[in-house]
């Protein structure tokens, strides 16, 4: 038997046994909207607290091809992305000055700790009387959340790559920046990854709380007019487009690890 038709009945058994589990993965959630079309339908379950499945996606449906989702759509990923971008980039440069450096480290660590412990999101009054009510005080939210899971992360990445490594190379006659460059910063993008993916549920929960207030557009502003009119169609439609944006993003974030890492042996073997 050569090695090609002894792997064939392999292949095809784990076909076999990959369909069953991924019903078993649906079948609950399936039988869970069943079982809530069936209570709404009922009437166990009033639609003014909970609308039906059916409900949910009618509403789903109207705010698409009106093009009110895609507006506030479009708003609120201008907001993430201004606010990430900002966030990332100021946790990037703290990381690695006070990572690559003592002194750095002694300058900056304890001050961004005390601030990583204030809840940003109660910074809102504050962002408001300084920036103002306009896009400001939003992106500079995403921006504060985003910054510190970053700094985190990276600084931890940095300071736990292997001394043995780093010793090694520095006696292949690299400078310091080149050993910055091509050793310390590709050993940390691993820890950098997972602060990625942790910054970017951040950027969302932050981005909702500041389109709730002193906002005229964006997921959070649909949501909070759909409250004053009692529409928690709309209400549940907004929350599942941020679930939605969220799992989009952390796969982005994952395709880019398999990319960025494939050096690694874990991604080898796959």
Known sequence: M???TAT???GRRSRVLTLPAVLRRCAVPLALL???QASVGLGWISTRSIPSPGQILAAFWDLTVSGELAVHLLVSLGRVSAGLAIGV???TVCALIAGLSRRGEDALDALLQM???LPHLALVPL???WFGIGEAPKIALVALGTAFPIYLNLFAGIRTVDAKVVEAVSTLGLTRWELIAQVILPGALPAFLTGLRYALGVAWLSLVVGEQINASSGIGYLAMTAREFLRTD?????LIVYAILGLLADLTVRLIERSA???RPAFIKE
């Open 127 to 129: 962002f408001i009387l």
């Open 234 to 238: 709309v209400i549940i439609v907004a």
């Open 115 to 117: 601030l990583r412990t």
């Open 89 to 91: 980039s100021a946790g």
């Open 261 to 263: 890492l494939v050096w």
């Open 34 to 36: 069943v079982l809530w």
């Open 8 to 10: 064939r009945p392999t």
């Open 2 to 4: 050569t090695a090609a």
